[in-house]
Each structure stands twice: as C-alpha cells, then as structure tokens.
C-alpha cells in the first residue's frame, strides 16, 4: 500500500502532441519526467492527435441559393427592387411569391384579385406579392423577376445590421419599412 501524499493536488496540464507512432509514447515518458523535476504542482496530461484522413477541405460546399442567414434583394423585370432578410434557406420563397399568386396569372390573368381572398391575404403579407398581382406586367413576366443574395451572414444580429444598411442605401421601391433602430451600446 502506498502512503498517502499531504499537500496540494496536482493541476492536471493537458497537452496536444501529434501521434508518431511507437516513438510517442517514449516522449510521452520523458516529458512527464521533465514535468515532474521541473513542476511538482503541475500534471502532465498527453493528449495524442491524428491527421484526419479527410480534410475539411474536401468537403462540398453549400451551394449560395441553399444558404441560411441571408440578406436578399428582389429585382423585378420592371425595375422595382425589394431588400429583405431570412434565416431560412433562399429557395424557400413561398413567402413572397405563394403558390397561389403564380396560379393565379396561369389561370386568369385578369388584374382584378381583390375578388379571390387568398389572394388578398398574399398581398398583405409580401410587398412583392402585392406588387406582382397589381402589375400585370410583371406577374406575367413572373419567371424573369429574380431573387439574389447580396450578403451571407454570420449571425441574426448581423444579418440585422445588413438589412438595414442596404435597405438604407439601395432605397428599395418595393419596401415598407422606413424606419430602423440602431443599437448603440451593448449591456
């Protein structure tokens, strides 16, 4: 049985050393040797790494439209733009441009959708929805209007602070938000 050492416990020091085979264990030994002359209070814990067989390098990237966290601008074929923001992926626009305002040019392409209350609702939830049920032009055009990513962001905050600065500088013709609130200090 071994006696029992009074004192301080020892602060366990963790170290990343690569693994090389038989010779890592070698050093392994003689570092916590070292450790112990040099540092009574101190541990030497070996943490051994690998290469990984795969880099991350080689690993595929998302494409643009499929990214989350995107500040986006609408550009209609007639020249009207929209700035918005989503945490979702681009591809699901279904919020701008439902189902049923592109039905609606394929089935009737009348100008008169404040019959059709789904319609109605569609536009008051999207500008670019509105914009494209009152201009027949443009929602029969509705293939050439496009959506593009104008900054990937890291964070809601700064996809925050993008959307407003573009909606700022741009002045989109088609937004309804005028006004922002700018934080200026952080708690």
Known sequence: MTPKVFGPNRCPVPIKLPFLGLISSKYERD???????????????VIFTSKPI???????????????????????CCE??????????????????????????????????LKNITLVRAAAKSSVS????????CGLK???????IIKKCRSSFEMNVFETVYIASKEPTLCKQRQFYFVTSFI
């Open 31 to 45: 570092l916590k040797v070292m450790t112990r002359q040099c540092f009574y209070a101190a541990e030497q814990r």
């Open 54 to 76: 795969l880099s991350h390098v080689f690993k595929d990237r998302i494409p643009m439209k499929d990214t989350s966290l995107v500040v986006y601008q609408f550009q209609c």
């Open 80 to 113: 009207n733009n929209y700035v918005g923001k989503t945490k979702r992926r681009l591809t699901d626009i279904k919020e701008h441009i439902p189902a049923c305002v592109k039905k609606h040019y394929l089935q009737t392409p009348d100008n008169d959708y």
């Open 130 to 137: 509105q914009h494209l049920l009152e201009s027949k032009e």
């Open 142 to 148: 509705l293939n050439d209007c496009k959506f593009n």
